[in-house]
């Protein structure tokens, strides 16, 4: 054989190695990132497949719940025999609360639901725990806060004595009232009582509907104030109190859940419409030593800004 033949021959084996390492570095690369991506909350199903009681916690500010009706379904859909709902929350848009009052009401169609208010569930936050079919809150949690809000600076007076106006050309005089650089008139501030109005009758609504009120039991509970969770019992606001083992407690006596399952945290997934492998590119990048990209890939899905309507269901001292 010739050293061309031979040649030829070394160059063939060593493209078809090449080959082959190619391939495997790709699968390898592969399920990294199907690990990781899994490991890191990507898909919350494939994390949760034995019996167990699903907890969700919804907390802080309430805005925009895509990630939470996604969780919703996606725990519908698992093996959870029972759902704790952990809220600390001190509410938020009202159409975030109308939001996940729906989605918890779906969810409690396909599986028992406890909320635990740990700390404070008012407005939206309370407008949630009606969703479920069960409200669990510790002595001295803080309850309630039933009512609907908008509120507005008016830099009239600021403005005036700075020597500054603004102007402006209206199809009609309510079109973007209030303003906050002009006074507002009293069909704007009628406009605006309106919205409020239709928003808080309808926010009572379900608070008679899910909670069993008359009239006089009603009005009580609803004028905007909060209560302990003591008072809140006492009011019918909630059904006990107590903690997680107390929410356990319940499914164990009224639904037949086990008290023996296990309680597992589900996480929300990544609505972000960035690169939808991020986090799994992060930890790689982390694993590789090359933390600042890590940091870039974490922070990418997280930049979006907060949704906020005009109108709110919170409170704060």
Do not use: C
Request: no cysteine; charged share 20%; aromatic share 6%.
């Amino acid at each position: 054989m010739s050293l061309e033949t031979d040649l030829l021959v070394d160059r063939r084996l060593l493209r078809r190695k090449l080959t082959l390492w190619r391939v495997l570095a790709f699968l390898f690369l592969a399920a990294a990132l199907l690990v990781a991506y899994v490991t890191l909350g990507g898909n919350a199903s494939f994390q949760h497949r034995g019996d167990h009681i699903a907890r969700v916690k919804v907390s802080g500010f309430i805005g925009d719940q895509t990630a939470n009706l996604k969780l919703f379904d996606a725990i519908a859909r698992s093996s959870a025999k029972a759902v704790i709902v952990d809220i600390n929350s001190p509410g938020g848009t009202t159409t975030g609360g109308e939001a996940l009052y729906d989605g918890l009401r779906k969810l409690s169609a396909a599986k028992p639901t406890v909320a635990v208010i740990d700390g404070l569930g008012a407005s939206a936050a309370y407008m949630a725990a009606l969703g479920t079919d069960h409200i669990v809150a510790r002595r001295t949690s803080l309850v309630g806060s039933i009512g609907v809000l908008v509120q507005y600076p008016n830099f009239t007076r600021l403005l005036n004595t700075i020597g500054v106006s603004v102007e402006a050309v209206k199809s009609s005089p309510l079109k973007a009232a209030p303003d906050g650089v002009s006074p507002t008139s009293p069909e704007a501030t009628a406009a605006l009582a309106s919205i409020v109005n239709d928003t808080y009758a309808w926010f009572k609504g379900l608070v008679r509907e899910r909670r069993g009120y008359d009239d006089a039991g009603l009005a009580a509970v609803s004028d905007g104030r909060i209560f302990t969770g003591k008072q809140a019992l006492d009011l019918k606001l909630i059904d006990g109190i107590g903690d997680e083992s107390n929410a356990v407690a319940w499914l164990s006596q009224a639904r037949s859940i086990g008290r023996d399952l296990p309680v597992e945290d589900w996480d929300k997934p990544s609505t972000s419409s960035s690169f939808p492998f991020a986090r799994a590119a992060a930890w790689l990048a982390d694993s590789a030593g090359l933390t600042v990209l890590g940091d870039v890939l974490r922070a990418a899905p997280e930049a979006q800004p907060a949704a906020l309507d005009g109108l709110v269901s919170v409170w704060h001292p």
